[in-house]
């Protein structure tokens, strides 16, 4: 509950005592109520305030979060089959919501967000943001078939062609792969393109950020230096 003088300041409406005039004025209605009173308290996110018949509604603080997720969670916000979801990993006030998708069974790096146009960019082909993955295959791969990957491979059930990727070995089985879109399971289905099977992912990087000292099931707040550095490289403010 917030005051009401107090609430219209902090959507930016008017300073606190032009508030108190505006609401003297009779400009200011709760819930289709004129309101007069300087006591009255509303319910943020909850209440409907107008000022001159307009809804002013509570700037959310923008928060970026990067979590690290643990396998058996999913990266939707409900699930149909009531299995975790990775927001019940993470407990901040305002609505977060993660940045693309990582599998029920993929762990690593997620970023969550309130920030949507941030979101759409860090997500959209166009602006090529990096995932880099660490995958465990069942067989080891030839270097023929990861040279496949560098290339580009067609994902038959998305019916597209994947753009060249950078594809390191760690192993005869192991592999580090940087892609630049996120379509469904897009690097399984890549490993499965030439004949390989991913029985282990996580997400290792997005763009150049990382961390590997953040726990599995953990998450913190992205720095002010890292939340400037992802807004740039996703060019989120440029168009
Ligand atoms: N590619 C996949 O196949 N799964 C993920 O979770 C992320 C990328």
Known sequence: MMRLQKYLAACGVASRRSAENMI???????????????????????????????????????????LSKPKGYVTTAQDTHGRPT????????????????????TEGLLILTNDGEFANHMMHPKYECEKTYFARLAEPLGDAEADKLRHGVWIEEEQFTTSPATVVRRDANKFSITIREGKKRQVRRMFEAVGGKVLYLRRTAIGKLRDTDLEKGKWRYLTDEEVRYLLEYSGTGRD
Do not use: C, H, W
């Not at 305030?49 to 509604?57: A, E, L, Q, W």
């Open 86 to 105: 990775v927001l019940d990993l993470v407990d901040v006030p305002e609505r977060v919501f993660p940045v693309g998708r990582l599998d029920l069974n």
């Open 24 to 66: 003297a004025a009779g400009r200011v209605a709760v819930n289709g109520q004129t309101v007069t009173e300087m006591g009255t308290s509303v319910e943020e996110y909850v209440d409907e305030v107008t000022v001159d018949g307009n809804v002013v509604t509570l700037e959310e603080r923008k928060v970026y979060i990067l």
